[in-house]
């Protein structure tokens, strides 16, 4: 199994309150990635990275912001919660990011925004 | 905009038959495949992927099929065992210098076997 924890496991919190969740990583693989995933709509992507201090949108970036500044950690921040955004959030490490590289999953994070 | 679809939201199927599970998808730049498989409160699991430029893969009980042409994949699992039981997302990327292996997934179908 990849080298992959999330922290926390789960968390419950109020709207408007500030939230990160952590990925950290044990394989130094250079490509990060956070996905939420909802029922009816798989997982989505929500931000990257392609290495430190490196990242970008995906798809459903709106509400929340990354930060990479060390090659083992990826956080996951959002700056205030509402409940659109209880979910369930994984994070994804691979080696080269190419399109033919495969994703290794970590064990998730569930969120619930009251 | 849904690139990548599962129609079937679950599949129910006898220990020891086969399962088929399929997968659609819009995007004509998806150059790579992956099938997952997802049990509850864990993490995606990577089972088997398929490049474009071929049309089938096998891996032990597990077979992905692809229809370029059709836009189509499927995966089948023979024989089925009750372990089996889970989610399975069909999962595609696409070619292109800057798309760093994004991952576009389908909505999963559920699978369960019956022993």
């Known amino acids: 199994d990849a080298g992959i924890t999330q922290s926390p496991r789960h968390k419950v919190t109020e709207t408007g309150t500030p939230v990160t969740l952590r990925c950290h990583q044990t394989e130094n693989h250079r490509y990060m990635y956070w996905y939420r995933q909802d029922p009816g709509h798989g997982l989505r992507l929500i931000h990257y990275s392609y290495g430190v201090k490196d990242t970008d949108k995906g798809e459903v970036s709106d509400g929340y912001s990354v930060s990479r500044s060390k090659t083992e950690d990826f956080l996951l921040t959002l700056e205030s919660a509402t409940s659109s955004q209880t979910s369930v959030y994984f994070c994804?490490?691979?080696?080269?990011?190419?399109?033919?590289?495969?994703?290794?999953f970590g064990p998730g994070t569930r969120l619930t925004v009251l | 905009d849904q690139q990548v679809k599962q129609n079937s939201p679950s599949l129910s199927v006898q220990e020891g038959r086969i399962s088929i599970l399929n997968c659609d998808y819009t995007n004509s730049m998806f150059d790579y495949f992956l099938w997952y498989k997802k049990y509850p409160a864990e993490g995606p699991t990577f089972l088997i992927s398929i490049s474009s430029i071929k049309d089938k893969n096998e891996d032990g009980r597990f077979t992905v099929f692809l229809n370029k042409s059709a836009k189509h994949l499927s995966l089948h699992i023979v024989p089925s065992q009750p372990g089996d039981s889970a989610v399975y997302f069909c999962a595609a990327s696409a070619r292109g210098g800057t798309s760093y292996g994004k991952l576009t997934f389908g909505q999963g179908t559920i699978l369960t076997v019956h022993p």
């Open positions: 994804a490490i691979s080696a080269r990011g190419g399109s033919t590289d495969t994703q290794y």
